[in-house]
């Protein structure tokens, strides 16, 4: 079904533009405006608020302010609150689902999707809110005693990347409001349109004025600097590049903040030479083209084994082949464009490297021309070991393939790269799947599963892919503080 212009009007215009500040929508201070675009055509689909620095204090005057009633409100009461978010949510799936096409350019099913998983991170933490245990202890000298209990961090900044609009929102701000804490929240300026809309959903689900406040602009740094100088604010949470997120761990320094970094991967796909081959290329199909690769977790690095590479990637380039690249609100989209002409560019320049260094195109390998940031869906084979492709994050419909002999070397070449979010591993050996996830240096593996992430499960990474996790119950001590009380023999 292809959407009508003006269903697509009807929904833009229901977005709030302001800022989100003590619960009123608003101008931003400067009076400035920033326009969200289409990636699959250009044109501009909405102007919103541009906040900046004093917007951003602002916001944290309100949240500073509501900290200390949120925090006392009733765990029962906020997760009735994250409850009637998630119903919201989900009653509106197709306005949320539209709202990410349009202002990011994933098909439709796969925007319905996030919608599905995004609200599930309100429903998870809905049911956490009133689990968040303590404990009560006699000491090993068996007569003091040990009371630990969890408090809320104070008040937050969430910044958020455009890749996945709504989830990387719900993934924040659902265990923030189950914890008690109140929030700043920054959206990609590529893609503010969703948060805006989330925000007033969250408002309409009975969040009390001043506990999430959101402040969308074009400088990132002019909201985030002067927040992380101002000792009110008790932490940070990012989901971004891992070139950011450095800086903003440097910066967070000063007032000693709790960081939570979901950085860049560079996911290996192993390939061992026992695996089905043919649920191996559905999970590659996933692990890779989901998002149009535009995810964090996407498989960047096919390694498969020498006896089994030419059957896998003929299998693998035939699949890729056959997808249809168009805008994600027509039918039958399989693949749409990339955010911005520098992600393209980036993406082109990463694949004509590649062919430089020996690798041979088996699909796509080129852009497509036209309006909109479109890219062939593309697959390269005998990718010589040290190509750039293989060190960065593709971000994009390109699925490098490379071999390995055997399974120490399989690890040895998994682990060769800073980052060190996700890996996915295809066998149908159990006790190989325990010897080789013991050995990979990545926050989350994939068993046979081109897709892992959860809201029940902790998501996160090591090394250079970040700290901390988000989901599962990992994900709630993210905001929580922990304070211990010694109590002398009663
Ligand atoms: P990005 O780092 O450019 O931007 C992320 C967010 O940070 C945006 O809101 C942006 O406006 C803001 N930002 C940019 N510069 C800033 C600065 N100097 N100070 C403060 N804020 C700043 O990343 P992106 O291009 O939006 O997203 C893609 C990256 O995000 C990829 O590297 C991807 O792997 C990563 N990512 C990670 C996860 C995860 O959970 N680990 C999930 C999704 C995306």
Known sequence: ???????????????????????????????????????????????????????????????????????RTAPRVRGEILRKAFELVTARTEDFALLMTLEMGKPLAEARGEVAYGAEFLRWYSEEAVRDYGRYLTSPEGKNK????????????????????????????????????????????????????FAQVMQEAGL???????????????????????SRLRKISFTGSTAVGKSLMADATENVLRTSMELGGN???????????????????????RNMGEACTAANRFLVHASVAAEFTSKLAARIGALTVGRGTEGGTDVGPMIEEKARAGIHALVTAAVAEGAT??????????????????????????????????????????????????????????????AYLYTRDFSRLLRVSEQLEFGMVGFNAGVISNAAA????????GLGREGGSEGIAEYTTTQYIGIADP
């Open 267 to 289: 996911a290996p796909f192993l390939v061992f030479e026992d695996a089905d081959l043919e649920k191996a290329v559905d999970g590659a199909m996933a692990a890779k083209m």
């Open 146 to 197: 040990i009371l630990v209990q969890h408090k809320p961090v104070g008040p937050c900044l969430l910044i958020t990347p455009w890749n996945f609009p709504l989830a990387m929102a719900t993934r924040k701000v659902g265990p923030a409001v189950a914890a008690g804490c109140t929030m700043v929240l920054k959206p990609a300026k590529l893609t503010p349109l969703t948060a805006q809309l």
């Open 458 to 465: 902790p998501f996160g990474g090591v090394k250079h892919s």
């Open 361 to 422: 195109i088996l699909a796509g390998g080129d852009v497509v021309e036209g309006e909109g940031y479109f890219y062939q869906p593309t697959v390269l084979g005998n990718v010589p070991n040290d190509a750039a492709i293989l060190q960065q994050e593709i971000f994009g419909p390109v699925a490098p393939v490379t071999t390995f002999t055997d399974e120490a070397d399989a690890i040895r070449i998994a682990n060769s790269t800073e980052y060190g979010l996700a």
């Open 208 to 230: 009390p004025d001043g506990v999430l406040n959101v402040v969308s602009g074009s400088s990132a740094a002019a909201i985030s600097g002067p927040l992380l100088k101002d």
């Open 1 to 71: 079904m292809t959407i009508t212009a003006s269903r697509e009007a009807e929904l833009l215009a229901s977005v709030p533009t302001g800022l989100l500040i003590n619960g009123q929508w608003r101008d931003a201070a400067g009076g400035k405006t920033l326009d969200v675009h289409d990636p699959a055509t250009g044109r501009v689909l909405a102007s919103i608020a541009d906040g900046g620095s004093e917007d951003a204090i602002a916001a944290l005057d309100a949240a500073s302010a509501a900290q200390a009633s949120w925090a």
